[in-house]
């Protein structure tokens, strides 16, 4: 006898979502094999049928039951939610089946997890994109973080599945701290919970703000690339990138000034840096996170070589390298610590003097309370202030807020005014009439009329030395009688290390010299 075999894809689980097909081969098998919950959505079409069913964990069994089954000569319909080849049953089906089965095989189609999340989100693989399991079962974690980071590299979207489980909690932040390497922090995202099921839920957050939150396993998450957008209350991604030419990031090697000093700046004082270095004479590159530090380096240098955006550590190997560098300069925010062990780790691989110049810490002596973190910072002021104010930037201000999990604090923050840090804080959900966007630095009287008419009671700060006003936040608080809290700069082993401009030139190679 010739049996039949029906892959059926039954979907997300809803009725309306399933295909003709699949009602067609319903109707016409005689044994249907399925996980229990799989058969309430399809409930009209196996009245009077043969149903077997196997617990959730037993995948294998299920499969094996079916091939039995149709090699009897019946016509067994074999289900999945989803699409049944896609993480699902088919495999283990053609895995099982025998060279000499004389059955019949059909698989029917359905709509997977990360078509039906996408849907609920907008259209955010509308380019290129991958979809990644976050389970280690049946693959070691090492080729996750493995896939994981090329997917990063590539900046393409993904959808995560088997997200997080009671046995596995540390994972999916793993894997966000390797996309975080690669793509921008303000990089669009959507959480999904039980897409068309009772219970759904669907969020947009930024990538940074997804670092902060508890998933399960019924939750899948779909990051965007560069390029994904968000209108109303959908995100989406442009099918054709009609902006690709014009962004800084696409420069070519060969259209930078050969032999340049790299100056990695996004400071006031690494684009004067950059200045100084270009008056000598040297070619210099500037390179900043943002098209708003771009515009300031062109500003404070005018005529210096820019680029800008955050290029991640292989398209930086491919300029360095194609350009013939001469030197790194890194003159990046003193905190910015993790691109600091970037440039220090390329500068060795390329055989680059790496120049490392860092304002000096503040001296001030009005008083101060330290703390190692941010975590440590956001903690001690939610029991010194209900009115807490952020001089920190946008990088981390979702550490404060998840923090503050009971929403108890009112946190005000003052931002550069870049549109991709306004709206990291916006995303977070800093309501606008807390969000100063000025460019710094202030005076002491600035900040007290400031923190006086938004009645602040608590300060944190970051320890940006005088040239970042850190002085005069720390004159305005103790003039205000407030709390000034203050995050101590993260310790590196730099190579080398200056304090001032003209220490900076005197140990850059000399021109024409590597």
């Not at 196997?54 to 499969?63: I, N």
């Not at 997200?163 to 975080?180: N, T």
């Not at 050969?258 to 996004?266: K, L």
Request: glycine residues 6%.
């Amino acid at each position: 006898m010739t049996g039949k075999l029906y892959l059926v894809s039954v979907g997300p689980g809803r009725a309306e979502l399933i295909p003709d097909l699949a009602r067609q081969a319903l109707a016409a098998s005689d044994v249907i094999v399925s996980y229990d919950l799989y058969l309430t959505w399809v409930q009209p079409w196996i009245a009077g049928k043969d149903i077997r069913t196997l617990p959730l964990t037993q995948e294998r069994e299920r499969a094996q039951l079916a091939l039995e089954e149709a090699r009897a000569g019946k016509t067994v319909a074999l289900l999945s939610s989803g699409d049944i080849g896609v993480y699902a049953m088919a495999t283990l089906a053609y895995e099982d089946m025998r060279e000499d089965d004389g059955f019949d095989v059909q698989l029917i189609p359905g709509i997977t997890s990360a078509n039906s999340c996408a849907s609920l989100l907008g259209a955010p693989l509308s380019h290129d994109f991958a979809t990644l399991s976050l389970s280690d079962l049946l693959c070691p974690w090492e080729w996750i973080e493995t896939r994981a980071r090329h997917i990063a590299q590539a900046d393409l979207a993904v959808v995560f599945y088997n997200v997080q489980s009671r046995q596995r909690q540390e994972g999916v932040y793993r894997i966000l701290d390797i996309m975080l390497e690669h793509k921008k922090p303000e990089t669009l995202c959507g959480i999904v919970r039980n897409a068309y099921r009772e219970d759904q839920a669907v969020e947009i957050v930024t990538l940074a703000e997804l670092r902060t939150r508890r998933f399960d396993m019924l939750t899948s998450i779909v990051i965007g690339n560069r390029f994904t957008r968000r209108k109303r209350n959908w995100m989406f991604t442009p099918r054709g990138y009609f902006n690709w030419d014009n962004t800084s990031d696409t420069v070519k090697a060969d259209a930078l000034p050969a032999g340049a000093a790299w100056v990695f700046s996004g400071t006031s004082d690494g684009n004067l840096l950059s200045r100084a270095i270009a008056e000598t004479g040297r070619a210099v590159v500037v390179s900043s996170a943002s098209d708003y530090g771009n515009e300031q380096a062109q500003q404070a240098a005018p005529g210096v070589a820019t680029v800008s955006g955050r290029l991640g550590v292989e398209r930086r190997r491919e300029l360095l390298s194609g350009s013939q560098a001469s030197a790194i300069v890194d003159a990046t925010h003193p905190y910015a610590s993790e691109m600091s062990q970037q440039l220090m780790a390329l500068a060795e691989e390329l055989a680059l003097p790496y120049l490392r110049y860092e304002r000096p810490a503040s001296g001030s002596a009005h008083p101060v309370i330290r703390c190692a973190d941010s975590d440590a910072a956001a903690r001690l002021a939610m029991t010194k202030g209900r009115r807490v104010f952020l001089a920190t930037g946008s990088k981390e201000l979702h550490r404060f807020l998840a923090a503050d999990a009971e929403k108890q604090q009112q946190w005000f923050v003052r931002l550069a005014p870049d549109p991709q840090h306004l709206q990291r804080a916006l995303d977070l959900g800093i309501p606008r009439s807390r969000i100063c966007a000025m460019q710094g630095p202030f005076s002491q009287v600035a900040n007290e009329v400031l923190w006086r008419d938004w009645e602040i009671d608590c300060v944190i700060s970051k320890d940006s030395g005088e040239a970042g006003g850190f002085d005069a936040k720390a004159a305005a608080a103790a003039a205000l009688g407030i709390p000034f809290i203050v995050i101590d700069r993260p310790q590196l082993d730099y190579p080398q290390t200056f304090s001032d401009f003209d220490a900076v030139l005197a140990a850059l190679p000399q021109r024409g010299q590597p």
